[in-house]
T-cell receptor, first 114, second 112 residues
C-alpha cells in the first residue's frame, strides 16, 4: 500500500517557467489537499478537493492551479514560477470522515525557483 | 492572525530530559492531531485527541487536550535522539469537512 505518492522529490525552476507537481493516492480517499511549508511558518493550505471534479481555494492559492479528474490524482500546476514559490510542497489525503488518523501525507516536493 | 499557536518555536534538550510542547487555539477544537516531521520527509501521524480532558500515550509520548478544548500539550519523557524533529499540531476548528489548520511547528533537538 503506497499511500500518497508525490513526484518529483526535488526540482529547480527558473523564474517564469512552469511545472506540475504530481500527487497520487491509492487509498480511495475523497479528500485531497495541497499545502506548502516555508521555514518556521508551518503548513499553509493552497488548494483542496472533496472529490473528483470539485476543487476549492485555500489560504494561499495565487500562482497555482489544480484539477481533480480522478479520485486518485490531484496535480498542482505552477504557472510563471516566482522566487516566492520556493518552498516544500506537501500533498495529503483523507477518508470521507475525518477519522482517527487524520491526514495521510506524501513525502513532499522541494522546489527552488531561481 | 494565527489560529493555532505552538510554543516553543524551538527546543534543545539534553538526552534523558523531559519536555513539553504546547498548542493553543483561538477557537474551539473539534479534533487535534499531532504530527512529527523529520528533515526532508513527510508528516507522520502521532496522536489524535477529540474530547476535552482526553489523554493518550504512545511509548514515551503523551498528549492531552484540556477541558476547555482550546489547548493541547505534547509531553516527551526521557527524551532520546530519535525524538528529534519538528512537531506540528493540526486542528479541526470548524467541525465538518473543512481543512485542518496547522501550527508553525516546534523544532526539537536532543543532544547527548
Amino acid at each position: 500500500n503506497a499511500g500518497v505518492t508525490q513526484t518529483p522529490k526535488f526540482r529547480i525552476l527558473k523564474i517564469g517557467q512552469s511545472m506540475t507537481l504530481q500527487c497520487t493516492q491509492d487509498m480511495n480517499h475523497n479528500y485531497m489537499y495541497w499545502y506548502r511549508q516555508d521555514p518556521g511558518m508551518g503548513l499553509k493550505l493552497i488548494y483542496y478537493s472533496v472529490g473528483a471534479g470539485i476543487t476549492d481555494k485555500g489560504e494561499v492559492p495565487n500562482g497555482y492551479n489544480v484539477s481533480r479528474s480522478t479520485t486518485e490524482d490531484f496535480p498542482l500546476r505552477l504557472e510563471l514560477a516566482a522566487p516566492s514559490q520556493t518552498s516544500v510542497y506537501f500533498c495529503a489525503s483523507r477518508d470521507r470522515h475525518l477519522d482517527f488518523y487524520g491526514y495521510t501525507f506524501g513525502s513532499g516536493t522541494r522546489l527552488t525557483v531561481v | 492572525s494565527q489560529e493555532l499557536e505552538q510554543s516553543p518555536q524551538s527546543l534543545i534538550v539534553q538526552e534523558g530530559k523531559n519536555l513539553t510542547i504546547n498548542c493553543t487555539s483561538s477557537k474551539t477544537l473539534y479534533g487535534l492531531y499531532w504530527y512529527k516531521q523529520k528533515y526532508g520527509e513527510g508528516l507522520i501521524f502521532l496522536m489524535m485527541l477529540q474530547k476535552g480532558g482526553e489523554e493518550k500515550s504512545h511509548e514515551k509520548i503523551t498528549a492531552k487536550l484540556d477541558e476547555k478544548k482550546q489547548q493541547s500539550s505534547l509531553h516527551i519523557t526521557a527524551s532520546q535522539p530519535s525524538h528529534a524533529g519538528i512537531y506540528l499540531c493540526g486542528a479541526d476548528i470548524r467541525s465538518g469537512n473543512t481543512p485542518l489548520v496547522f501550527g508553525k511547528g516546534t523544532r526539537l533537538s536532543v543532544i547527548a
